[in-house]
């Protein structure tokens, strides 16, 4: 049997995050990964670093998180590719427009500055090269991009350096419970803890299964899509308001396109297959914003398995109903810019019992329906 104060299940960000977040109280921690840390939907997202358009009860934690990301090399010894080039939602009518302004004026009321009404003319500046039946858009200059791979094996590196213990290729098959701790099983090796984390992304649900709670999280696989180098004409990460599109252009000239644009997967075997009605519609939005990229190639999608819940935010909570267990999954395609700030709030749970953000909102318990 191994041993240590906590065991973690999942070594994407969040896993890895909280992994760091405990071994620098000094907590021994023991993380268990099924494939490498970073293989799934952490490793192979589009490095959104967005505080822009969050659901409202998201933003105090996106803010929280977006500071750690301002001194990310300090935190994680990598600068993790993190370029702060912002990004912006696009208008692409009036009635968008409006949207944005009521949008703007609500978080006002509740003391928030970060999300920028853009007009036509300072659109142009902005993304000089869209399409001139933009309006304007919503802007968030603080915002970026980052290399998912490297930010994920940066996490889980600082953690190993502070003494984790974290195991690869350990996918856990079974949870007991003995009279003072948590038994993970996995393969032919038993490991135990008092205490227990489950940050299993789009596999959350199962885990929380065998801890006895239940979420109704389902799975989704998202697409990104490469194309060949073109020359420098995009600084921001660009959004649409109303259509699925996140359309950024990488240093070494790339232009990296997603935004929800889904795979069919057999859930059984979780082997998603592109589908080439969607990759056209993504293809159709990209030429109506920039029409000057027409010839562009496409060189390579690639899937992404997401845990989505029905209302899109997170399950950030201590169980339900059983003693010493914490959730944080089900980011719903948004949680790698939280990653850095959710590693740092169950830690909070667990060495303090409570949280210094609000996550009311996040607690497994609103999906029971006699609560
Ligand atoms: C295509 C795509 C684009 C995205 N773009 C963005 C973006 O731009 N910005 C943004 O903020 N977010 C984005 N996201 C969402 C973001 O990637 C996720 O919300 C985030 O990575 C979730 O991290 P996680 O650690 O919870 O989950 P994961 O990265 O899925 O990690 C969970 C880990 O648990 C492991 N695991 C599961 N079951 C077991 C088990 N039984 N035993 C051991 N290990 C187990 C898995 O192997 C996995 O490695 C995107 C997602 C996709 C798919």
């Given amino acids: 049997m191994i041993s240590a104060d906590v065991i973690i299940i999942g070594g994407g960000i969040v896993g890895c995050s909280t992994a760091m977040n405990l071994s620098q109280y000094g907590k021994s921690v023991i993380l268990l990964e099924k494939d490498v840390a970073g293989r799934q939907a952490s490793g192979v997202n589009a490095g959104g670093v967005r505080q822009l358009f969050r659901d409202i009860c998201e933003i105090p934690l996106s803010l929280a998180s977006q500071k750690l990301w301002n001194q990310i090399d300090s935190l994680v010894s990598s600068d993790c590719g993190f370029r702060p080039c912002g990004q ?3 208008a692409e009518n009036e009635k968008e427009m409006h ?13 928030y500055s970060h999300e920028k009404l853009v007009d036509k003319k300072q659109l142009k500046q902005i993304v000089p090269y869209v399409s001139s039946h933009c309006v304007g858009g919503l802007y968030c200059p603080e915002d970026g991009v980052a290399d998912p791979y490297k930010t994920t094996r940066a996490f889980f590196n600082k953690a190993k350096q502070l003494g984790a213990q974290l195991f690869e290729f350990h996918p856990v098959s079974a949870i007991e419970r003995t009279a003072k701790k948590w038994v993970a099983v996995a393969g032919s090796k ?7 984390v489950n940050c299993a992304g789009a596999w959350g649900g199962h885990i929380a299964d065998m801890v006895g709670d239940h979420a109704p999280l389902s799975k989704m696989a998202s697409v990104l899509t490469v194309t060949a180098r073109t020359a420098k ?3 921001p990460v660009v959004l649409l308001e109303g259509r699925k599109l996140s359309f950024k252009q990488m240093e070494n000239g790339t232009v990296v396109i997603g935004g929800g644009f889904l795979a069919k997967m057999d859930i059984e075997t979780e082997k998603p297959v592109i589908d080439f009605t969607e990759l056209k519609t993504m293809a159709q939005t990209v030429i109506d914003l920039f029409p000057f990229l027409k010839q562009l190639q496409i060189v390579r999608s690639w899937p992404g398995i997401m845990g989505m819940m029905p ?8 169980s339900e109903n059983a003693k010493d267990v914490y959730h944080a999954f089900g980011f719903s395609g948004h949680g790698f810019q939280l ?11 667990i060495l303090e019992g409570r949280s210094s953000l609000p996550i009311d909102s996040f ?3 609103r999906f029971t329906e006699d609560k």
């Fill in 311 to 318: 209302d899109h935010i997170p399950v950030i909570s201590p």
């Fill in 363 to 365: 607690l497994i318990d």
């Fill in 233 to 235: 004409f995009l600084d």
């Fill in 99 to 111: 949207d944005f302004e009521v949008r703007v004026e609500l978080l006002k009321s509740m003391g």
């Fill in 339 to 349: 990653g850095p700030i959710v590693g740092q709030i169950v830690s909070e749970l």
């Fill in 88 to 90: 912006i939602s696009l």
């Fill in 190 to 196: 038993r490991f135990s803890a008092p205490i227990l």
